[in-house]
């Protein structure tokens, strides 16, 4: 993240306040909590180094179609009683992971090729200090292409994605809706740590092309009040808005009753700099990550009236077809 490798891993907390002291720090925010601020004792600007990695094809859905499709038909009715604008109703998937295989360093570096994303990171740490959370280890490898926070100085900003669609169709106009949906709702987040009055829009409704897909991003930033920590920015604005939904303690809510834990999915990763007062923080979308033996993959939809439950379920195997074929190839290199 931010073209910075961090090595010499020796510490992990979740006291925040670390994040406005000093140094440089690698955040892992898990979508149901913790946030986690990594220590590495030296940063570079190499590139990270190539690894082997062994095809994972077989996956399993942790929930069917039929299932998926159910949600969303609970999801709009809670839409249709007022409870709640839109949700983001998401699904995970899950391979063996290869003895072969390990750390998914080598799976990064696929992605790298395959995959390049703008907010890509990677986060492989396996240390007796992770216990106290307990984690033995944490192996994450992520393409997103999701700007969650950017900091710059006093200036904060977050380009939410709403609004997906495969390379040669248009958008609908669901996904406008959408998107300016959560925009509302990530200008309402700014201004609970920034100045109200400098909380605008700068862009909205750009597109931006990925591969195998295309979305709808906007960009709201703010100057943040003086006194505001990275405490408090996270309790203002984490889970990110685009993957919960509006009003987000309603969506979070419908979230927790309808689907399992997403660990690490959807998210928060990247890096902050105390010295700088400078961040860049991506959704954890388009993401992998080992868990009790397994390799993980998310993929979601964001919900409104005008969802069509089949073609919620359709966009999410858009979002993780490309993304999955890349886990299925094979990369050879030095350890």
């Not at 986060?123 to 393409?143: H, T």
């Not at 303690?249 to 660990?263: G, K, M, P, Q």
């Amino acid at each position: 993240m931010g073209g910075y490798v961090g090595t010499d891993f020796s510490d992990v907390t979740d006291d925040l306040s670390c994040l406005d002291s000093k140094g440089r720090w690698f955040v892992c925010g898990y979508f149901e909590g913790p946030v986690l601020a990594f220590k590495f004792d030296t940063w570079t600007k190499a590139e990270v180094p190539l690894a082997r990695w062994s095809a994972v094809d077989q996956w399993q859905t942790h929930t069917s179609e039929a299932d998926y499709v159910a949600q969303v038909e609970l999801a709009r009715q809670r839409i249709a009683r007022g409870d709640v604008y839109q949700v983001n109703v998401c699904r995970l998937l899950s391979a063996e992971w290869r003895a072969d295989n390990s750390h998914v360093v080598g799976l990064y570096k696929l992605l790298e090729q395959y995959n390049p994303a703008p907010m890509s990171s990677l986060l492989s740490v396996s240390d007796p200090k992770l216990r106290k959370f307990g984690l033995d280890e944490v192996q994450i490898a992520s393409a997103s292409p999701e700007v969650f926070l950017q900091r710059r100085g006093q200036v904060v900003s977050s380009s939410p994605i709403k609004g997906t669609a495969a390379p040669s169709e248009d958008f609908l106009e669901k996904d406008v809706s959408e998107n300016i949906m959560i925009v509302d709702l990530v200008r309402n987040d700014l201004s609970k740590v920034c100045d109200v009055a400098s909380v605008t829009v700068p862009d909205l409704l750009a597109h931006e092309n990925h591969p195998g897909l295309k979305h709808l991003v906007s960009r709201v930033e703010g100057r943040l009040q003086a006194r505001a920590t990275w405490s408090d920015i996270f309790a203002a604005t984490f889970p990110p808005g685009s993957v919960t939904g509006a009003p987000k303690s309603s969506a979070l809510s419908l979230i927790a009753e309808v689907e399992s834990a997403r660990n690490i999915y959807c998210g928060a990763l990247g890096v902050v700099d105390a010295d700088t007062h400078s961040a860049d923080l991506s959704v954890a979308i388009r993401t992998f990550w080992k868990n009790e033996n397994r390799l993980w993959f998310g993929a979601g939809a964001g919900i409104t009236w005008g969802s069509d439950p089949e073609q919620e379920w359709q966009e999410t195997e858009l979002k993780a077809r490309h993304l999955l074929s890349v886990a299925a190839r094979s990369g050879e290199g030095s350890r």
